[in-house]
């Protein structure tokens, strides 16, 4: 929870500062009356907080003052269950759980069961797996209930300058766009009874492009039959980062006297990337339900935003994935299981870095060397450089689907405020690994409370009195599947403490058109 902690040089006064910043976007001032009480405050944030295994963390310490009413969130997504809801093996046999990674040495990142087209042997699966970065292959996340169209998930191919092929990941992906295809008679795929399939690459194409000097790159789609590729060009974890640090700022008013900089938000980028987000998921929802093809999504090695278009795809598909049990099962299967990296992305174990001790310097240097370090740490954040706002990106989309849809959702916005604030609270022991084996290895399941069980017992708070389940048998209402507009994307304003009015009143757009035609004069 922790961002950085500051112990500062005396004031005037004689008290003795100690400035922390959270990752909820709290900022806490101690003022201290002796020197040796904040270094005992700073101290011991720095030995609680700067740890070297996930274990030492506060979720293996936290028990709750009361017993949750209920105690089988660890349950709550089982594999077997979750696709037979979607129609594996019950309205669709294309489809088959393959325990090739059963102790995750096929995969070490990718979960324990993969779900594969039923025609493709393990032993072929072994072979398309070195063509794909850390042996993501293609693996399916979901089954659309109308057309039996798929949404599968991979990393990139290793492409390479040579532009070396495999004639395995081709078959595989053949057999997952034909998993819904019918066939004649002789035994043949009738192919043109379903629109082009779509492979999405997730990144910028320059930025596809460029990995193939590391070995890796986009498919050569002349090797890829009846499907196209489009390219939503999300920003790498690097950009998102640092588009995070200036809508922080412009939110906090860091150099406004505390007032939101409205220019400053729209030059962070921020909505710029939400919207390319939503245009992405736009497109693979159009893609499954209206054109009925299967969709590949990718990026580089599929577990940031890959799991942000796949997961805001489903939510829009499917009304389950709305409900407040439907939500839980989403994330675990998503985000978890198929291996965000919680860890890094959220900076759990965090670097003394971070901790910066500038209680002896005196007069204007104090002042300056202040100033540099904030430069450092708020804007190019270099000491953590595999953070990233990727998770929470992720709820802020979900943030402009309930806007626009308002009574679709069974939860409600505090639901996804408590679920940004627990990311990084370690409270709970869900979100602190960056894949199931390590997660297996730890065995939170056994040793720490989930996240699941405290929202459940808390569910009063965080169900939407808005929600009408019926609007999804109403095909007036889309039967069931959302198509949000990505253009009205708003600042989340009650995610930093402020107003909507504040962040997204008129007068910040017409401030954002001047922005657009020239610099202002302030």
Same mark, same amino acid.
């Given at each position: 929870?922790?961002?950085?902690? $500051? ?19 709290? =900022? ?6 002796? !020197? ?6 700073? !101290? ?128 595989? =992906? ?21 629109? %082009? ?21 986009? $498919? ?45 938000? &729209? ?39 890959? %799991? ?83 998770? &929470? ?14 009574? @679709?959702? $069974? ?48 569910? %009063? @708070? ?5 929600? !009408? ?19 009205? =994307?708003?600042?989340? %304003? ?29």
């Amino acid at each position: 929870m922790i961002h950085t902690v $500051e112990r500062r040089p005396p004031l005037p006064s004689g008290r003795h500062p100690l400035h922390i910043r959270c990752r909820d976007f709290t =900022i806490v001032t101690f003022l201290l009356e002796e !020197d040796k009480q904040t270094h005992y405050v700073y !101290d011991a944030i720095q030995k609680l907080t700067c740890v070297d295994s996930p274990e030492k963390l506060f979720a293996y310490q936290f028990q709750p003052p009361e017993p949750y009413v209920t105690n089988n969130g660890w349950e709550v997504y089982d594999i077997v269950n979750e696709y037979s809801r979607m129609g594996v093996d019950v309205t669709s046999d294309s489809w088959r759980i393959s325990l090739l990674n059963r102790d995750y040495k096929y995969s070490p990142t990718y979960p324990r069961f993969l779900v594969v087209p039923t025609r493709m042997t393990d032993a072929t699966l072994n072979y398309a797996a070195k063509y794909r970065s850390k042996a993501r292959i293609p693996a399916l996340s979901y089954l659309h209930w109308s057309n039996m169209a798929t949404i599968t998930r991979s990393s990139q191919p290793m492409v390479g300058f040579k532009q070396a092929r495999s004639i395995q990941d081709e078959k595989l =992906i053949e057999a997952i766009f034909a998993s819904n295809v019918p066939v004649v008679p002789s035994g043949q795929t009738l192919y043109g009874s379903t629109a %082009a399939n779509l492979i999405v690459d997730a990144r910028p194409m320059a930025n596809a492009m460029g990995n193939v000097a590391r070995g890796a790159g986009t $498919e050569n789609m002349e090797n890829y039959r009846n499907c196209k590729k489009i390219y939503v060009a999300i920003e790498n974890i690097h950009s998102m980062r640092d588009s995070l640090t200036k809508l922080v700022e412009a939110m906090q008013g860091t150099e406004t006297n505390g007032q939101v900089s409205r220019l400053a938000l &729209h030059r962070s980028n921020w909505i710029k990337h939400i919207g390319t987000i939503m245009d992405g998921a736009l497109s693979i929802v159009k893609n499954v339900h209206v054109f009925n093809s299967h969709v590949l999504v990718h990026c580089s090695d599929g577990w940031d935003r890959t %799991a942000q278009l796949v997961s805001i795809s489903e939510i829009c598909l499917d009304p389950y994935y709305r409900t407040y049990q439907g939500l839980q099962v989403l994330i675990e299967k998503e985000w978890v299981s198929f291996g965000h990296k919680f860890s890094d992305r959220s900076g759990h174990l965090a670097h003394d870095k971070c901790f910066v001790n500038l209680a002896h310097s005196g007069g204007n240097a104090a002042t300056n060397t202040i100033k540099d370090m904030q430069n450092k740490f708020y804007k190019s954040n270099y000491y953590q450089r595999e953070t990233s706002p990727v998770f &929470h990106q992720f709820l802020d989309c979900l943030y402009q689907l309930m806007l626009q849809f308002p009574t @679709r959702f $069974e939860f409600n916005e505090t639901m996804l405020i408590e679920l940004h604030y627990h990311l990084y609270s370690c409270q709970f022991g869900n979100f602190l690994f960056n894949c199931e084996a390590e997660r297996t290895l730890h065995r939170p399941e056994k040793r720490t409370q989930c996240i699941w069980d405290y929202l459940n017992t808390e569910k %009063a @708070r965080f169900v939407n009195p808005l929600f !009408d389940p019926m609007k999804d048998h109403d095909l007036v209402d889309g039967g069931g599947v959302l198509f949000p507009d990505t253009h009205p =994307i708003k600042y989340w %304003a009650g995610l930093f403490k402020r107003t909507d009015e504040e962040v997204n009143g008129s007068s910040v757009e017409g401030l954002q058109e001047q922005a657009e035609e020239g610099p202002l004069a302030l």
